[in-house]
């Protein structure tokens, strides 16, 4: 079991920034890739970016050029840097790890954008 904890949302105004971090902990298992989701109220839940265990990035069109994903293996982290926010960005997002047939999520951590 893998437990997820993320920090770092929080109230921005549009043309900021903010960086989340998601810290694993536990052991016996092994992470094929983690991500970032998100969900704004009254939407699904949706992709924001995923990073592999050879850190290979992928990012949904509506943050590309704008948000980081990147990890450091040294401390099970991985972080979203967020640049140029705009209140589209505004959701709760939630970082998520994935492996063989598994996947967990953590709490989730506010990000709103004012305008």
């Known amino acids: 079991q893998v437990q997820l904890v993320e920090s770092g949302g929080g109230l921005v105004q549009a043309g900021g920034s903010l960086r989340l971090s998601c810290a694993a902990s536990?052991?016996?298992?092994?992470?094929?890739?983690m991500g970032w989701y998100r969900q704004a109220p009254g939407k699904q839940r949706e992709l924001v970016a995923t990073?592999?265990?050879?850190?290979?990035?992928n990012y949904a069109d509506s943050v590309k050029g704008r948000f980081t994903i990147s990890r450091d293996n040294a401390k099970n982290t991985v972080y979203l840097q967020m640049n140029s926010l705009k209140p589209e960005d505004t959701a709760v997002y939630y970082c998520?790890?994935?492996?063989?047939?598994?996947?967990?999520w953590g709490q989730g951590t506010q990000v709103t954008v004012s305008s």
């Open positions: 998520s790890a994935h492996g063989l047939g598994w996947v967990n």
């Open positions: 536990g052991s016996g298992f092994s992470i094929n890739y």
């Open positions: 990073i592999s265990s050879t850190s290979s990035t």
